[in-house]
């Protein structure tokens, strides 16, 4: 498949170099990250994640970490985390970095000001969530920084079974994880979907909203996918052991769908 043109700054006379799918895809698709964490604690780059959750009727379980998980690549590969879109430096920052990611749960007023840091929404179902541009957890925007990040605990179980199209983020059936840390694993199980892709077939998901579906895996099928990211067939969350759970501990696996298949070479 042909690469998408670059544009060359050069040759444009000072002006904006605007920003390519492929450009996007591939820093997705390359980046390595897990670099050292700068001395001072408060330069520590973090994806803040805000996950709306009224008092009155909570969301389905599925749907809130559905949409998390899309709010993540949706940002990701939006027009402006990349050229000199005004959150690429960030986002290639971030993506350079260690991949952390901080939950935090909103209500009423306070959900429709964090709408308005920059970042990009997602729903699906009865939920939504939003993923805001990362940037040092000293410097969080205060509107975002005033939210709790515990209590995002929600009743009910995570869906079962296969799911007809798009990636299958499947959880860990061992690891007991609030959703607030699963909404951050799923996130970066839903950017690590996208090496299992081609750039057709990325760019045609990013059109669609980036869906995704947040399924407990059995027991079996856990053996199927740790076998299956051996192979490269899959790919799995390894976490940083930060909160919760043991460094190292895989957490999600993110395949295509069997009904896609995987990408072509």
């Known amino acids: ?24 895809f591939d820093r997705l698709v390359g980046y390595v990250g897990g670099h050292s964490d700068p ?13 709306h959750i009224p008092k009155a009727e909570q969301p389905d379980r599925t749907d809130l970490l559905n949409a998390a998980a899309s709010a993540v690549a949706l940002l990701c590969l939006d027009e402006r985390s ?18 952390r990611k901080i939950a935090r749960r909103a209500r009423g007023a306070h959900w429709e ?11 699906c179902g009865t939920a939504s969530a939003r993923a805001i541009v990362p940037g040092p957890v000293g410097e969080t925007d205060k509107r975002i920084a005033r939210l709790q990040i515990g ?4 009743a009910g179980e995570t869906a079962a079974g296969q799911a007809p199209d798009g990636p299958v983020l ?59 990211d051996a192979d490269g067939t899959a790919v799995a969350v390894r976490d940083a052991g930060f909160t919760e759970i ?3 501990s895989v957490t999600v696996i993110a395949e295509t769908s069997r009904a896609a298949g995987p990408a072509p070479d």
């Open 39 to 51: 001395p001072d604690p408060g330069q520590v780059l973090a994806m803040q994640m805000v996950l």
């Open 113 to 123: 000001a964090a709408q308005e840091v920059p970042g990009v929404t997602a729903g």
């Open 170 to 228: 499947w959880v860990n059936p061992t690891l007991e994880m609030t959703v607030g840390k699963l909404a951050a694993q799923v996130g970066h199980a839903s950017m690590l979907a996208v090496k299992l892709m081609n750039r057709e077939q990325a760019a045609q998901w990013f059109s669609a909203g980036c869906p995704v579906s947040v399924r407990d895996a059995s027991t079996s099928d856990w053996d199927r996918l740790l076998a299956a």
């Open 1 to 24: 498949m042909d690469s998408e043109p670059v544009d060359d700054p050069e040759a444009r006379d000072g002006e904006a170099r605007p920003s390519t799918f492929a450009e996007r």
């Open 82 to 99: 990349g050229g000199d879109g005004p959150w690429a430096a960030p986002m290639d920052a971030w993506c350079d970095a260690r991949i």
């Open 151 to 154: 209590g995002t605990e929600i």
């Open 246 to 248: 043991a460094p190292g």
